[in-house]
């Protein structure tokens, strides 16, 4: 893969998605391409569910300003990005952006107004029900976006690790590998 200018590493912000932006980082300062981090508010974020008087959901006018909304995500990117500034003062430039909306189309949207050359999202390997039904925001990216989309994802361990961890959380643990099935 060569040629890229533009990087776009979209994050909620947990621990699954930082190593999407570490393989975003490296892959910025070894190309000496641009990185764009961007965190995309859910609209439920922007609801203010709890009434400071009665203690449970009033939202009939309830919303904080979008103003408001945004600069509090932004502080929790930049609290995010701590971490990986040492990283990023390797790239040629680096930027970070929050946006409120539906986040597959907010970041398809970003991605095609930047005009990133590749995505870098890292998805969670357990999902639930909902996923199976609606399929995840990994998926709806992939169909949604103007660019080839990168999944980054921890690797998984060996068969005969997780099949000693099931042994002991059975309470039977095998003497020796050989006993392992």
Known sequence: MTGLNKILVPTDLSETSRQGLIYGCR????????LIVLHVVNELEAWKFYSEDFGFADFPG?????????SEAMLDLNRFLEPHLETMKRIPSAAKRALLGPVAQRIATAAD????????????????????????????VTRLSPCPVLLVTPPLSSRIWRRKLIWSLLGCP????AEIP
């Open 27 to 34: 892959l910025a300062a070894e190309e000496q391409a641009h």
């Open 62 to 70: 309830k919303s904080w300003p979008i103003d408001r909304v945004l």
């Open 113 to 140: 107004d930047e005009k990133a050359d590749l995505i870098i999202m890292s998805p969670r390997r357990h999902r639930g029900l909902r996923h199976w039904f609606t399929g995840g925001i990994t998926d709806r």
């Open 174 to 177: 095998p003497q020796s590998a």
